[in-house]
T-cell receptor, first 115, second 112 residues
Framework: EADIYQTPRYLVIGTGKKITLECSQT?????MYWYQQDPGMELHLIHY???????EKGDLSSESTVSRIRTEHFPLTLESARPSHTSQYLC??????????????FGSGTQLSVL | GENVEQHPSTLSVQEGDSAVIKCTYS??????FPWYKQELGKRPQLIID?????GEKKDQRIAVTLNKTAKHFSLHITETQPEDSAVYFC???????????FGQGTELSVKP
């Protein structure tokens, strides 16, 4: 079944560690997004990508990096985790249809806790 | 700047009543406005969307209206049911940068 998968589902790590959150989609979509969300709160755009070798910055991009080497894979890396990074991270994909058809499909999220 | 304001932040209604959530956006060039529903512990899911060439769109108990001149759009839920309880997010597509920006969310509680 076509879907968007995020791993791990939960992660607890210590301050200063480097971590990579994985996101893969089997939807055949070109565009992918990363959002940060505290429970039930606003979704903050971190990074997004139009396709292979494309990466764009969102509002919260300064402390993380992304790569897009394969269409289906869009990992997010925090170089040095801090307690302020404790949050849920949601990956999403869309079949890019231009400015009037940006329908996002979300993964189940990774809940990150930094001690 | 790129901004979507959403109100109210919380909304409590009795079952069977209507609920209205309002959003404003800042970029007059935006032309796509989706609404997402996020149930507790679940991922956000698209429930309805509207494009700028349409003033209103309806899907069963859900409707969305758009006023391009005033740069605001609203979600209307009629005959609310307890399963409508969730957090609802509006969003606007910003052509500059080609990204979807979300509002702050509205927590809707439907009391039986």
């Amino acid at each position: 079944e076509a879907d968007i998968y995020q791993t791990p589902r939960y992660l607890v790590i210590g301050t200063g560690k480097k971590i990579t959150l994985e996101c893969s989609q089997t939807m055949g979509h070109d565009k992918m997004y990363w959002y940060q969300q505290d429970p039930g709160m606003e979704l903050h755009l971190i990074h997004y990508s139009y396709g292979v070798n494309s990466t764009e910055k969102g509002d919260l991009s300064s402390e993380s990096t992304v790569s897009r080497i394969r269409t289906e894979h869009f990992p997010l890396t925090l170089e040095s985790a801090r307690p302020s990074h404790t949050s849920q991270y949601l990956c999403a994909s869309s079949e890019y249809g231009g400015s009037t058809n940006e329908k996002l499909f979300f993964g189940s999220g990774t809940q990150l806790s930094v001690l | 700047g790129e901004n979507v304001e959403q109100h109210p932040s919380t909304l409590s209604v009795q079952e069977g009543d209507s609920a209205v959530i309002k959003c404003t956006y800042s970029d007059s060039a935006s032309n796509y406005f989706p609404w997402y529903k996020q149930e507790l512990g679940k991922r956000p899911q698209l429930i309805i969307d509207i494009r700028s060439n349409v003033g209103e769109k309806k899907d069963q108990r859900i409707a969305v209206t758009l006023n391009k001149t005033a740069k605001h759009f609203s979600l209307h839920i009629t005959e609310t049911q307890p399963e409508d309880s969730a957090v609802y997010f509006c969003a606007a597509f910003y052509n500059q940068g080609g990204k979807l920006i979300f509002g702050q969310g509205t927590e809707l509680s439907v009391k039986p």
